[in-house]
Structure formats: C-alpha cells, structure tokens
C-alpha cells in the first residue's frame, strides 16, 4: 500500500490558506473502477426518486437537461463505494487536519458534462449546513480524470476560511434551485483567487468555510469530481446566526425526498 500522508510542510499549509492540494490520494487502478461505477450511477439516474440525484444548478424540472448534475451518498446506490482505498487514504489524512476524533460523515458526486456543465458559483460548504452548529469539517474533492481550468478544477481564496459565512442565495436568486451562490452584498473578494489543476486521483481538501469556486467545462469530456466529507465533533454555537436562503429555498428534489419518505412510513394495507 502506497503512504499517502501529508508532510508537516502541507499541513501547515492547509491550516494557513484553508485548502491544500495533492497529487495523488489512490491508484488509477482504483480511479478506473470508481469512473465505472460513477458513470453507472448518473446514466441510471440513480436516486432520483428518493432526491438523492437532482441538479444542483438548475430547477430540477423532470425530464429536463441537468446542467449540474449531483448523486448525495452514492455508496447507498453503489455499496462497494464503502470498501475504496480511498475512503481509508482519505481519513487518515482528515485525522492528520482535525485530530484523531475526525470521521467519515458521507460522500457526493458532481458531474459536469461535456459542454453544458454549468460552473458552480463561489460559496462556502457552511451556508448548506446547521446554521446552529460549529464546525470542523473537511471535503477532499477527487477528480476522476485530469481536472483542469478548462474543465472546472477547483479554485480557492486562499485564507477565506477564517472569513465568517457570507450572505448566500440560491444560483440566480431562484428559490427552485439547490446551489448557492454569495448574494451580491456579500462583499467578499475573491480577486486573489488560486486554481488547483490535478491528475486523476489527486485531490483538494478545504474547510467547510473556504471560498471554492469551479468552472464551467468548456471541454469535450465530462469532469468527475467524487467528494469525501469528514467532521471532528461539531458543537452548539454560542451565539446563533441565521441562514435566511435555507428558509427561502423550495426545491423538486426536497419534494421527491419528502414523497419517498411519506410512501416508505405509510403502513403496508393488507
Ligand atoms: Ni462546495
């Protein structure tokens, strides 16, 4: 087994600008098999009853175009997820940036297709979460084939981590759509930007509260990008905050998760 942990030299790099790259974090044996299974789950349109699969930047309507394709826990779909090199090449790194209380808490898989991948607007991890929580959470963003600027790497404002959370609202301020983006007072720079191209298997890792941004893909090919979330415990703010956008948002994909649910509490009629 290949030694994919940081250098004290990365680490303290992360803790200083908020994201870190690597070159490396499996073999492109097993990039080959995720890509395989990837590509199975969104041709099936796997979870799209249940709301697990939907589109992040568009309203989501049945059978339109997706341009931001998005499949939440995959694994649930394609259980051998569970058993990757990477997910244990993954936490171990998690554990080396937020201690060794740090676990694994679930995995999502964006696609942008060829062409009409749609880029995902500059917002931080937190505005999606528990406006009421504090949080030490990580992401480590896989690509599943080179990711380039060409075809939406990811870039980050390097230090934005200690920023707290903007004001978000959801892309083109329509409430039918998932992804957020900073709302237009949120008066945050994002000038000095740094792009992080990667070879296939590599990764990104950020804080929940790091500035990310991706592209559109101008390419011919799809971008995979596979996505490890892992959290040290995460406590009770002491002083609340409010995140209005969640409140706003109505979303196809919230109702399909709604109407799964009800259908799987309802008591079986004999
Ligand atoms: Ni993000």
């Known amino acids: 087994m290949p030694d994919y942990l940081l250098t004290d030299e990365q680490i303290a790099a992360f803790h200083r600008d908020g994201f870190l790259a690597i070159p490396a974090l499996t073999t492109q044996?097993?990039?080959?098999?995720?890509?395989?299974?990837?590509?199975?789950l969104f041709a099936q349109k796997a979870g799209r009853e249940t709301g697990d699969q939907f589109d992040l930047a568009g309203t989501d309507e049945e059978n339109k175009e997706a341009a931001l394709p998005q499949i939440l826990g995959p694994s649930k779909y394609a259980p051998e997820l569970n058993d990757f090199a990477l997910r244990k090449n993954a936490l171990a790194v998690a554990r080396q940036l937020l201690?060794?209380?740090?676990?694994?808490?679930?995995?999502?898989?964006?696609?942008?297709?060829?062409?009409?991948?749609?880029?995902?607007?500059?917002?931080?991890?937190?505005?999606?979460?528990?406006?009421?929580?504090?949080?030490?959470?990580?992401?480590?963003?896989?690509?599943?084939?080179?990711?380039?600027?060409?075809?939406?790497?990811m870039q980050f404002v390097p230090g934005s981590h200690k920023l707290p959370i903007?004001?978000?609202?959801?892309?083109?301020?329509?409430?039918?759509?998932?992804?957020?983006?900073?709302?237009?007072?949120?008066?945050?720079?994002?000038?000095?930007?740094?792009?992080?191209?990667?070879?296939?298997?590599g990764a990104t890792i950020h804080l929940s509260s790091t500035l990310h941004y991706?592209?559109?893909?101008?390419?011919?090919?799809?971008?995979?990008?596979?996505?490890?979330?892992?959290?040290?415990?995460?406590?009770?703010?002491?002083?609340?905050?409010?995140?209005?956008?969640?409140?706003?948002?109505?979303?196809?994909?919230q109702e399909r998760a709604d109407r799964a649910k009800a259908t799987n509490e309802k008591p079986a009629v004999m």
């Not at 044996?29 to 199975?40: G, K, N, S, T």
């Not at 880029?119 to 949080?135: G, K």
């Open 29 to 40: 044996d097993e990039v080959a098999r995720l890509r395989e299974i990837y590509d199975r």
């Open 166 to 201: 903007a004001r978000h609202q959801s892309i083109g301020n329509d409430p039918r759509v998932h992804g957020l983006e900073l709302a237009p007072d949120a008066n945050v720079d994002v000038e000095k930007a740094v792009a992080c191209p990667l070879p296939a298997g």
């Open 214 to 253: 991706t592209s559109a893909n101008h390419t011919d090919a799809p971008r995979r990008a596979y996505i490890l979330v892992f959290h040290a415990p995460s406590k009770e703010r002491e002083t609340p905050r409010r995140f209005p956008w969640q409140e706003e948002k109505r979303t196809a994909r």
């Open 99 to 153: 201690g060794p209380e740090a676990n694994y808490a679930g995995e999502h898989a964006i696609l942008k297709p060829a062409r009409s991948g749609a880029p995902t607007p500059w917002h931080q991890d937190e505005a999606y979460w528990n406006p009421a929580l504090d949080y030490r959470s990580i992401s480590v963003w896989v690509p599943l084939q080179e990711a380039t600027l060409e075809n939406g790497c």
